[in-house]
């Protein structure tokens, strides 16, 4: 074999193997027990497909109406995070200077935690004796302790925009510094204003990281269940619970995969209809 | 002669030799049995060493490890899956189903030393076909528990789950079958024989009632914060959480509901084909044991099926938690019956539906 190729192999057939053993797979395997009717019988025996997991998501409306809310969710945490990530991502680039290196790591801190630690500790900080509450009724402002803090869609929402804001960073961030500060400099010596720049040099220049951080928040997010179950109380379900219900609470697992297909295949659809409209090609060049 | 002699020295010591042979083929047979590796699917918590005490002791050349399950939907789905676990611990609704599809060994009670601590009444839970296939271990009430300081009066009913004097302060379990369960006691329907009509009745109350409810528990230590802490009133709770806020010295009571109080029982079995049954009979039969028994009795507040344990409570908390002093509280109380796989799907899918109703 040639070295160039035998080097190729030797670099690419790993990480496609991983992928093709740990994604491809199961994700085929989640297909395919979608059409079983239910879980009697050898999980991994032969069986008879059918739709019948299918037509009774079709048949369920309220399944629809919380995918709607997910998505609703998911596209304000997404939007929310990148506009909050990308100032951070901005300073790190073009004013941190030699701090950059040390501003970077703060950011990255909260990956030296638990995903699960982070989400609890907003339960400390909105709960009835959270921080809130405590200061709130120590200054007089409340007698009795704000209920709808904890335990609702908005107290979701606010924890999933924090957890997801140094995420969201990083993309934007390593676009901003793939950005020719020449570029920059010839703006200005053209007579534009730092916002000027900004908006015709600038932000044109990073879109391709700001897109690569929404769909990043955005496609995790739909499928969020650990911060509802956490955090969101009676009414603050979202999809991935109901996925998670028919997995790990009902046992039945061809429903759960049915629901997972669909929830697939809807955000793939709405990620492509969104990749056209802002036709990612022109962007990446 | 000599050599008759020496036939009649040889025989007697040819013989020991054997039988001491015999003899150490026996003992490494034992040794045998009593070593080597158990796998436990349990839930968390029962994990730790305090409730297998007895077999650890008496058995140190066993390893045992264990994978935990998240519930009883979680622990049918890997037994499924073919989780090489050899013992499995489940509870009272979902024991049928590991009969039926043939998951689950039939325990030979003769080799259990403990077994005649266990009274009938939690024999039969465990029997299906006239065989034992669960070993019945610990057990409990559900009911309504509730805060005396913010509730005025006392509560007698399951319908307070839907009392919306008590909005933004109850808490349920997150949990179909369960919900069907006080439904049925609140309608008087058959638990057992829910019908679509009744059921479809049941989603419209659940759904309703939603908005009286603040979350809906997956684990007894997120209802007890919340109750400690006055986030919740009203809840649907097990006894262990009852005791648990008793000892804490936070004012509850737990209802004694004029529909009944639901018990359930939890229950081993032995997978089907393990390589380790005798192994694991053993540790089922230590699990029986006192000091296993008792743990679980004094650290997680519930019952266990060992009745000289259950007799030698004097705790007063523990006394009221398991209303030891009522002789006719199991007259009112209502047993959780096995599910069909069919009343399974239903009820569980029912449940989805009232969480993702608008």
């Known amino acids: 074999m040639h070295p160039r190729r035998a080097t190729f192999w030797a670099l690419y057939l790993p990480p496609v193997a991983w992928v093709g053993l740990f994604f491809l797979v199961p994700l085929v395997l989640m297909f395919a027990l979608s059409f079983r009717a239910d879980m009697q019988g050898e999980l991994l025996g032969p069986w008879r497909p059918g739709l019948t997991q299918y037509e009774a998501i079709f048949a369920v409306g309220s399944y629809w109406r919380l995918l709607a809310i997910s998505i609703g969710m998911a596209l304000a945490v997404a939007?929310?995070?990148?506009?909050?990530?990308?100032?951070?991502?901005?300073?790190?680039?073009?004013?941190?200077?030699?701090?950059?290196?040390?501003?970077?790591?703060i950011l990255m801190i909260p990956f030296w935690t638990s995903f699960l630690l982070r989400v609890m500790s907003w339960k400390f900080l909105l709960g009835s004796e959270g921080v809130i509450n405590s200061l709130l009724s120590y200054l007089?402002?409340?007698?009795?302790?704000?209920?709808?803090?904890?335990?609702?869609?908005?107290?979701?929402?606010?924890?999933?925009?924090?957890?997801?804001?140094?995420?969201?960073?990083?993309?934007?961030?390593?676009?901003?510094?793939?950005?020719?500060?020449?570029?920059?400099?010839?703006?200005?010596d053209l007579g534009a204003r730092p916002w000027a720049g900004f908006r015709a040099v600038t932000f044109p220049l990073s879109l391709t990281g700001v897109l690569a951080s929404f769909f990043m928040v955005f496609i995790p997010t739909v499928g969020e269940y650990v911060t509802p179950l956490l955090i969101g109380g009676s009414s603050g379900s979202m999809f991935g619970n109901i996925i998670q219900d028919f997995f790990t609470k009902a046992a039945n697992w061809p429903r759960g995969a049915a629901l997972s297909i669909v929830m697939l295949a809807i955000t793939l659809v709405l990620v492509a209809i969104a990749a056209r409209v802002v036709n990612v090609r022109r962007l990446l060049g | 002669m000599l050599t008759m002699l020496r036939r009649l020295f040889l025989i007697p010591v040819l013989l020991a030799l054997s039988i001491a042979a015999c003899s150490q083929k026996s003992e490494d047979k034992e040794v045998a049995q009593t070593s080597g590796k158990l796998a436990v699917l349990d839930w968390a918590g029962y994990d730790a060493a305090d409730f297998w005490i007895d077999f650890k002791n008496k058995y140190p050349d066993a390893a045992v490890g264990f994978e935990i399950g998240s519930s009883d939907a979680d622990i049918y789905g890997k037994m499924k899956a073919g989780t090489q676990a050899d013992i499995f611990h489940v509870y009272t609704g979902w024991l049928q189903f590991y009969v039926d599809e043939g998951l689950v060994e039939e325990i030979d009670v003769t080799k259990l030393q403990n077994w005649s601590k266990v009274p009938e009444s939690f024999r039969i839970i465990g029997q299906f076909n006239g065989k034992q296939y669960f070993l019945p271990w610990d057990w409990g009430f559900t009911s309504i528990l509730y805060r005396t300081d913010k509730v005025k009066g006392t509560i007698d009913s399951w319908t307070a789950l839907h009392d919306p004097k008590y909005q933004g302060h109850i808490a349920t379990w997150d949990d179909g079958p369960g919900m069907v369960t006080v439904s049925s006691y609140i309608h008087q329907y058959d638990e057992t024989a829910i019908t679509p009509e009744q059921l479809a009745a049941i989603k419209a109350e659940w759904i309703k009632q939603r908005k009286l409810n603040l979350f809906y528990w997956a684990g007894e230590p997120e209802l007890i914060d919340a109750m400690a802490n006055g986030d919740v009133w009203v809840a649907y709770a097990w006894q262990g959480a009852y005791a648990t806020l008793l000892g804490q010295g936070v004012p509850v009571a737990y209802a004694d509901p004029k529909e009944g109080r639901n018990s359930w029982v939890g229950a081993y079995g032995i997978r089907k084909g393990t390589p380790n049954k005798d192994l694991a009979l053993r540790f089922l039969d230590e699990k029986l044991a006192e000091a296993t028994a008792s743990n679980v009795v004094n650290q997680f507040y519930y019952g266990v099926a060992n009745q000289e344990v259950m007799q030698g409570i004097t705790d007063p908390a523990l006394k009221q938690a398991f209303s030891i002093d009522d002789p006719t509280v199991l007259q009112r109380t209502n047993f959780t019956p096995n599910l069909t796989a069919r009343q399974r799907d239903d009820w569980t899918a029912m449940w989805t539906e009232v969480k993702a109703a608008p």
């Open chain 1, 79 to 105: 939007a929310a995070a990148v506009t909050l990530a990308y100032p951070i991502a901005y300073f790190l680039v073009f004013r941190a200077g030699r701090a950059a290196g040390i501003c970077l790591v």
């Open chain 1, 140 to 188: 007089n402002v409340i007698s009795e302790p704000l209920g709808g803090l904890l335990y609702s869609r908005n107290a979701v929402v606010i924890t999933l925009i924090y957890v997801w804001v140094p995420f969201a960073a990083l993309p934007i961030y390593a676009a901003l510094q793939r950005i020719d500060h020449e570029l920059l400099e010839s703006a200005a």
